[in-house]
C-alpha cells in the first residue's frame, strides 16, 4: 500500500523559505507522477504544484516563480522549495501521487506570519 509523508513545515516570517518532503513508500516511486496541494482555513483544497514521472513540472500561478517542485527517484522523495513566502501562503500542504490511482499523505502545517 503506497503511503506518504510529508515534513518540512513550520512557522515563518513573510520572505522567508520553507522546503518541505514527501517520503513515498509501498509501491515504484518512479513511476508516480507527485503533487502539492494546500487548503487554508476556511477553504477548499487547491493546486499548488505537480511533477510526471518524466519530470515536467506544473505550478499554480499563485506560486509560479517562488516555488519549487523536484523529485529524488534514488530517495522516493519529492520536495517543495518555497521561497519568498506570503501569509496567504498559509495553508496544509498535502503531498499526493497518481499512476491509475491516486493517494495522499496527512499534511504537514505552513504558517507564514506577516
Known amino acids: 500500500q503506497v503511503q506518504l509523508v510529508e515534513s518540512g513545515g513550520g512557522l515563518v516570517q513573510a520572505g522567508g523559505s520553507l522546503s518541505l518532503s514527501c517520503a513515498f513508500s509501498?509501491?515504484?516511486?518512479?513511476?508516480?507522477?507527485m503533487g502539492w496541494y494546500r487548503q487554508a482555513p476556511g477553504k477548499q483544497r487547491e493546486f499548488v504544484a505537480f511533477?510526471?514521472?518524466?519530470?515536467?513540472?506544473n505550478y499554480a500561478d499563485s506560486v509560479k516563480g517562488r516555488f519549487t517542485i523536484s523529485r529524488n527517484n534514488a530517495k522516493n522523495t519529492a520536495y517543495l522549495q518555497m521561497n519568498s513566502l506570503k501569509p496567504e501562503d498559509t495553508a496544509v500542504y498535502y503531498c499526493?501521487?497518481?499512476?491509475?490511482?491516486?493517494?495522499w499523505g496527512l499534511g504537514t502545517q505552513v504558517t507564514v506570519s506577516s
Open positions: 511533477i510526471t514521472s518524466g519530470g515536467t513540472t
Open positions: 499526493n501521487c497518481r499512476h491509475l490511482r491516486e493517494y
Open positions: 509501498g509501491s515504484t516511486f518512479s513511476i508516480y507522477g
